[in-house]
């Protein structure tokens, strides 16, 4: 596995580029309290809107907040948000799809036409509504961005799970006396992830590129949470006023945590799916 | 389904009578709305009577426009289906080419720079760029008209015919608006067709490698038909499936409106309804709005089956 | 073989280029003719039907546009040269005449000769009772005010001859007037409104809410109406008064504020409306562009619960008050655009005293007063804002930090706007900016009932029985000097109690080309009239 | 005609370069059928598509040439080699309805080649189809140019795509597997369709497969394969007169029946797989006569017969 992938990254350079990008986020993140030179929510009313300085190496926002901090522990809020709103996602998906693929007869009817309602609904406005009905915060946030990716992960699961439930591995489990769950669980989930961890690369990107929207109509994280997506809406307004670096910065990190996420997923595509090696 | 959306309105926070009585309006003026608009009855008689009106044709009235939802609907489709399918044609344009592109070239610097820009395409937040751009093209370069909607403000709009107001000024022939409609268009179609490249491209080089890769090319290739040929001709229609769904998916995404991109270019359209409507809490507005998701999402997927068809026989038997 | 692909391709690139290449006609081209006004505004009209309109600023606008009624604000040239509408003094507008008589206790009308509405249809006496019978039997908001000036009911407004309604006033009072001019009071025309009445929808509510085609009355009437898109005024050509000077006014819907920025910079728009305050002052230095800033009266406060702890406990109140950092909020957040609120009558409105007003940013004076209160340690509160309203959130962050300054925690809480509404008319937020209330009368106990004794408006649920007292007693009266004695002892009482935290008075700023002129401030109802605006 | 010369090519996998042909080298002659013989997975496709060029991404001929006509196809550049591919040499495959693209019709993949490479109009073309699906022996061709591979069955596919391959009007003609993936009865059809248009017209054919008795029926010579080598060339009669390395041997005692899929031989063991060829005769671990000489050294080619050549330390013994 590790040959495989130090094999793959010298191929892919590009996949080795999105590694390196996340990994250089996660370890900024961790380390933003002793990188940030000031607290990301120190306001200062004499310093606010301060284009790049040596002090202020990004500049500062409205509050005088140091945006080199807030993007900083930013990267936080948003690793938190993709990683939060995918494991959401991937586990009650995967829950539900696997009870639905192992289940069969009306349950697997009820939860997928249930999953099917779910992706008719187009997926931006579905979590505007239900980021609006649950108010403004971190968690709601997480949850509604996690909703749209639910029937995914289920779908996903459900068609890889009736793949390998007919697997003779799965019949020799069953043979030996296991118990449904029990073949579900230790014998069938295991060979079902690959497709779903590829997706989850990809959706993490996803993940912050929704949150972000749903900052910019206000339905994102509360003010003052230093939140990227929150940061570049607060900005965007200042553009043309000239204080592009607001929204500047923390878009740049949005880009770039989205575009990690998309090359590994790609990258994790090509190492995880023989045919296309 | 309209159950869902029933309740899914129903719980969002507040009230519509709240922003229609205004301030100083007293408890027995908001009863009185309350009874004039049905929003005192108990909750499964409105479901009830909601179901009524629809089996007639009749989505309810919104509190908010004050106008029949239906033709609300009307009226603002138009203008989102002619953006989306504008900016869906450029990026497939765009995308498959690129996509095919970077399969062909898989593994050398086109490769990885193909899907380098894809994938920025796709990551770089919308309203963001939308910003950037409006700034640069429009504000300090003067290349597009300022973003004011479908039309610039003084324009008389051609008789609606089809409600795309390119194919309605064409139809009248009227081609100074044709041009002014066109050129409202540029910008907003870009922002949009940017990040729908990213995923066309994807499919079609995963696509375009399982195709290149088959029996059936390796054989027609030893027939001496030039690589290009097997390329955009031979194999491209058999890679075109995958891109096919993803397409719908696509498509079906936009056609829901993207709240933002409107928003920011002021455009008359699906998902600033949807979004007014729910933060208006515009209840026949929202319900109205997600039956005619549903619809869009059944009728694109009904016309991808068709499609399909017809690029691969098949699946027609 | 045909390649699919390509010729797909092709067509495309053809079409796209095709229409690209089309000669340009209004890249960058400045708004229409001196003939029309192009206007973006951020958001569209709603609920048109006078007497019960939704509360918007452009629905209010649109309606004091083109509906006229029978008695408005004077015209008066400040000093410095800006007309303004004065909120104390009224003329006749579709009334020729006024006066009261019998003590007070009767208004007698006298309209002009010939009046016409926008369809040609006479407008009379009989078009005047129809109007104020249906306000009464709707019984909605216009109804409230019209009683509250002690106008009670259809059998107060009587036809005396074609020109002449006397109404009945129960009880003398200094509020009738002020009432009566605003778009509620719009003279409605019998013969377009009566068919629409219905059984079902007595009031014509339904169509009000959406038409005022033949019962307009005002400079301007409704052209058109693309909902999302934009609305368009046209001339009145039946308008009794001085005739509009800019035939047309465009209303373009533009829902962003830096797209709305840039149209007016550009001079795509003549007015941009509901700019930044950071990009008002910006624009103040573009010499294309004029910033008129007009003092208003509107209020905006920090409410806090009064009967929700901590906020029962007055020290905990004036705790708050002394911690809030008002001039950071006005520097920072309104960029210079408001003025300080020293009391819960705004300045400008008579009998208003800052005398009372001793709150500076003190954190120490807050520390000790919480200590008093029982919060040695500090205290931790939620602060409600809103989330569409960018000076909301700005108020928040602010707040957030000032308030830590002097040990207390604020966890912010934002609320989309209808969820906040339905909350804030419930009285149920406990810590939370109110982003302005106008009190469209000019008249201190007015304003002071709505806010402070009202079932609907005393949104903090502030109830000190002197003051309720004085309220009562004092509203419907017609003795200044008692009642002016009365103000400032509740400005006295709320201001020591800390009943809000008074933040500031924002200015009315509007943002047009320099080639605007003839911009007309009414300070009562800050709605801007359009008819009086000219272009070179 | 056809003169492969000491062709090697390799696998890039994982970073690792595992060859998989080491040295093959055979002639054709004009007019006549080789058949290239030898297990699966010992290189006779590989062969092939080298000589086509049309070897997948992860495969590169590292050595080696081969000559059509005294003219070096491997330095041609692609577009040349596209023309040679068709009209210079064409290939007919192991699995035939694959072989054929499942979107578009009979009529346009037949008078897309016709037209590209015989200049045909619209209309010429898809009469001369017609007349080359009826010499394939198709019945009604007309209805067959209408229809999608999948509509037809696995020996109509076949015989389409051997029309396909002769619309080029090539010299020769590699036949990969022409038959296996057929029913029995089919592959005799398609057997006597090949013989009887070598003859017809002249071809240069190269047969590969795993199947003696096909052999033995129709080529002219025959190179067996092992491991990537050629470890035996003979003519048809000399080989089955007098095979001489063991291999081969064992291939033609395993030969009973004619056609089975899965070629159950007289040798234990099985073929090496790439990249763990054992050092010396590659042969050697599964062969009764080695010794110690087979494990050290690869055996040179030596000549038994006038046009006899094989590899093996030890064929003395063996044919002795």
């Given amino acids: 596995m590790f040959a495989d992938a130090a094999y793959l990254l010298r191929r892919h350079p590009v996949s080795l580029a999105g590694v390196l990008l996340l990994a250089l986020i996660a370890a900024t993140a961790l380390a933003a309290p002793v990188l940030a030179p000031a607290s990301p929510l120190a306001t200062n009313p004499g310093d606010a809107l301060l284009p790049p300085s040596p002090r202020h190496v990004l500049g500062t926002d409205d509050f005088g907040e140091d945006l080199w901090s807030r993007v900083l522990w930013g990267g936080r809020i948003d690793l938190l948000i993709a990683l939060g709103a995918v494991a959401v996602a991937l586990l009650s998906g995967c829950a539900l799809g696997a009870v639905a693929g192992f289940c069969g007869g009306w349950i697997d009817e009820g939860v997928m036409r249930t999953m099917d309602v779910l992706q008719a609904f187009p997926s931006f406005i579905l979590a505007m509504g239900v980021a609006a009905a649950l108010g403004p915060s971190l968690r709601n946030l997480i949850v509604s961005v996690a909703l749209i990716n639910v ?36 014998h069938l989930l295991p060979n079902c992830l690959t497709p779903v961890v590829v997706q989850s690369s990809l959706q993490s990107g996803w993940a912050i590129l929704t949150a972000a929207g749903l900052s910019f109509i206000g339905l994102g994280v509360r003010v003052p949470t230093p939140e990227w997506g929150v940061m570049v809406a607060m900005g965007v307004p200042r553009i043309t006023a000239g204080a592009w670096w607001i929204s500047f910065f923390p878009g740049m990190c949005i880009a770039l945590a989205v575009m990690g996420f998309n090359l590994v997923g790609d990258g994790l595509q090509d190492l995880l799916d023989p045919q296309r090696r | ?105 898989r593994g050398t610097w086109i490769d990885h720079a193909t899907r380098v820009l894809a994938v920025a395409g796709l990551a770089l937040p919308v309203f963001w760029v939308s910003l950037v751009l409006i700034y640069l093209c429009f504000y300090v370069w003067h290349l597009v008209p300022p973003p004011i909607g479908r039309l610039p403000a003084l324009v008389t709009p051609p008789p609606p015919v089809t409600g795309w107001m390119v194919v309605d000024s064409a139809l009248a022939r009227n081609w100074a608006v044709l041009g002014d409609a066109a050129r409202q268009l540029i910008l907003p179609v870009a922002v949009l067709a940017l990040a729908a490249v990213a995923p066309l491209a994807r499919v079609a080089r995963t696509s375009m490698l399982d195709v290149l890769g088959a029996e059936h090319i390796r054989a027609t290739r030893s027939l001496g038909i030039p690589w ?78 068709v499609c399909s068809a017809i690029l691969d026989p098949r699946i027609r038997t | ?379 931790s509160v939620t602060f409600t804002s809103r989330a569409d309203l960018a000076e909301s959130k700005g108020i928040a962050v602010w707040l957030r930090s000032g308030l830590a300054q002097a040990g207390i925690t604020v966890t912010i809480n934002e609320m989309q706007g209808a969820a906040f509404t339905a909350a804030l008319q419930r009285h149920d937020l406990v810590f939370f900016h109110h982003p302005g209330w106008n009190s469209i009368n000019n008249d201190p106990f007015y304003h002071l009932y709505w806010l402070m004794q009202s079932a609907c408006c005393d949104y903090t649920n502030y109830a000190n029985a002197t003051v309720n007292d004085l309220i009562t007693k004092n509203m419907i009266s017609t003795d200044l000097k008692a009642r002016a004695a009365a103000s400032r002892r509740i400005q006295q009482i709320a201001t020591e109690e800390a009943a809000w935290v008074f933040l500031y008075q924002p200015d009315l700023v509007l943002t047009t080309r320099k080639t605007i002129g003839g911009v007309v401030f009414y300070p009562a109802d800050v709605r801007v009239r359009y008819y009086y605006m000219t272009k070179e | 005609m056809l003169d492969v010369r000491d062709l090697r090519v390799a696998f890039e996998t994982r970073g690792r370069t595992v060859p998989a042909l080491h040295g093959v080298s055979f002639a054709l002659r004009p007019g006549t059928v080789a058949g290239l013989v030898g297990e699966s997975g010992c290189g006779k496709t590989l062969t092939a598509l080298a000589i086509m060029r049309l070897l997948p991404a992860t495969a590169g001929i590292q050595a080696g040439d081969v000559h059509l006509n005294g003219r070096s196809l491997l330095d041609l550049p692609e577009r040349e080699m596209a023309r040679v591919r068709g009209a210079g040499i064409a290939m007919i495959f192991q699995q035939p309805r694959a072989s054929l693209n499942p979107v578009f019709p009979v009529a346009a993949q037949l008078t897309h080649v016709l037209r590209l490479h015989r200049g045909l109009a619209r209309r010429a073309a898809l009469a001369e189809a017609e007349a080359l699906l009826a010499r394939v022996g198709l019945p009604g061709p007309t209805r067959i140019l209408r229809a999608y591979p999948h509509e037809l069955s696995g020996g109509m596919c076949q015989r389409v795509m051997i029309a396909l391959a002769l619309a080029c009007r ?107 060829t054992p050092p010396g005769c590659p042969f050697h671990p599964r062969c009764h006569l080695a010794g110690p000489e087979c494990a050290a050294a690869e055996p040179p080619p030596e000549v038994v017969a006038d046009g006899h050549i094989v590899r093996c330390h030890r064929w003395r013994a063996g044919v002795a």
């Fill in chain 4, 170 to 276: 090539p010299r020769v003609l590699v036949a990969d597997e022409p038959t296996t993936a057929l029913d029995v009865t089919v592959q005799l059809q398609i057997v006597e369709l090949l013989r009887a248009l070598q003859q017809e017209l002249g071809l240069t054919v190269l047969l590969i497969t795993h199947d003696l008795g096909l052999v033995a029926e129709i080529c002219d010579d025959v190179h067996v394969m092992y491991a990537g080598r050629i470890v035996e060339s003979a003519s048809v009669e000399a080989l089955f007169r007098r095979a001489a390395h063991p291999y081969t041997r064992g291939l033609m005692t395993a030969r009973v029946r004619a056609g089975g899929r899965a070629l159950p031989t007289g040798i234990p063991g099985r073929v090496p797989p790439l990249g763990q």
């Fill in chain 1, 151 to 186: 029937a995914i992960y289920a779908r996903l699961m459900r068609a890889r799970l009736l793949v390998v439930k007919h697997a003779p591995y799965a019949a020799a489990a069953r043979a030996a006396g296991n118990p449904p769950w029990r073949v579900l669980t230790v």
């Fill in chain 3, 1 to 379: 073989m045909r390649s699919f692909g390509l010729r797909l391709a092709l067509a495309v690139v053809l079409a796209l280029a095709g229409l690209g290449g089309i000669p340009a006609g209004s890249v960058g081209a400045p708004a229409g003719g001196s003939d029309t006004l192009v206007i973006a505004v951020s958001r569209d009209m709603q609920n048109l039907d006078p007497t019960n309109a939704s509360s918007d600023s452009f629905t209010l606008e649109t309606l004091t546009n083109v509906y006229s009624w029978l008695i408005d604000y004077k015209l008066v040239k400040q000093p410095n040269g800006q007309m303004i509408g004065d909120p104390n003094a009224f003329v006749g507008n579709l009334a020729e005449a006024y006066r009261f008589t019998d003590g007070g206790r009767k208004l007698v009308v006298t309209l002009r000769r010939g009046l016409e509405f926008s369809n040609g249809d006479p407008l009379d006496a009989a078009a005047v009772k129809f109007t104020y019978d249906r306000l009464f039997d709707q019984n909605a908001t216009t109804a409230a005010l019209t009683r509250m000036a002690k106008i009670t009911d259809k059998g107060s407004v009587k036809v005396l001859d074609d020109h002449t309604v006397e109404f009945d006033i129960a009880d003398p009072n200094t509020l009738v007037l002020g009432n009566m001019s605003q778009y509620g009071h719009a003279i409605l025309n019998p013969r377009v409104v009566r068919p629409h009445m219905t059984a079902d929808d007595p009031a014509a509510h339904e169509w009000l809410k959406s038409n005022t085609k033949g019962t307009e009355s005002g400079p301007y009437l409704l052209e058109s109406w693309e909902p999302g898109v934009q609305f368009t005024f046209a001339r009145n050509p039946h308008y009794w008064g001085p005739p509009a000077r800019i035939a047309r006014v465009v209303f373009r819907i533009v829902p962003d504020p830096s797209t709305r920025l840039a149209l007016l910079k550009s001079g795509n728009v003549d007015i941009a409306r509901d700019l930044a305050p950071l990009d008002e002052v910006e624009l103040m230095h573009d010499p294309s562009v004029t910033v008129y800033r007009f003092p208003t009266r509107i209020t905006s406060f920090l409410g806090m619960n009064a009967k929700v702890p901590p906020f029962n406990n007055v020290k905990v109140r004036q705790a708050i008050a002394w911690a809030t950092p008002y001039n950071t909020i006005i520097r920072n957040v309104m960029v210079g655009f408001a003025r300080p609120l020293t009391s819960p009558v705004p300045s400008g409105m008579p009998t208003h005293t800052d005398q009372y007003f001793a709150y500076r940013t003190d954190p120490a004076k807050a520390k000790a007063l919480l200590a008093e209160a029982g919060y040695p340690n500090g205290l």
């Fill in chain 2, 1 to 105: 389904m309209t159950l869902l959306t029933f309740v899914l309105t129903r719980v969002l926070p507040g009230s519509p009578i709240d922003e229609i009585a205004g301030p100083m309006a007293t408890s027995q003026q908001r009863q009185a709305l309350m009874r004039h608009y049905g929003l005192d009855r108990p909750l499964w008689t409105q479901y009830v009577a909601y179901l009524g009106g629809l089996a007639r044709g009749d989505l309810g009235t919104s509190f908010v426009t004050s106008r029949p939802v239906a033709a609300d609907l009307a009226s603002f489709f138009p203008a989102t289906m002619e953006l989306t399918t504008w900016a869906m044609l450029l990026a497939v344009v765009v995308g498959v080419p690129l996509g095919v592109w970077s399969a062909v070239h």
């Fill in chain 2, 228 to 305: 290009r040929r097997v390329v955009w001709t031979y194999a491209l229609r058999n890679a075109m499936l995958p891109v096919l769904t993803m397409l719908a998916i696509v498509y079906g995404y936009l056609l829901g409106g993207s709240v933002l991109v409107e928003t920011l270019f002021a455009w008359p359209g699906m998902g600033r309804y949807a979004f007014n409507a729910i933060s208006g809490n515009d209840y026949p507005a929202a319900q109205g709005f997600i039956l005619y998701a549903t619809v869009v999402y059944l009728v694109i997927f009904i016309v991808v089956d």
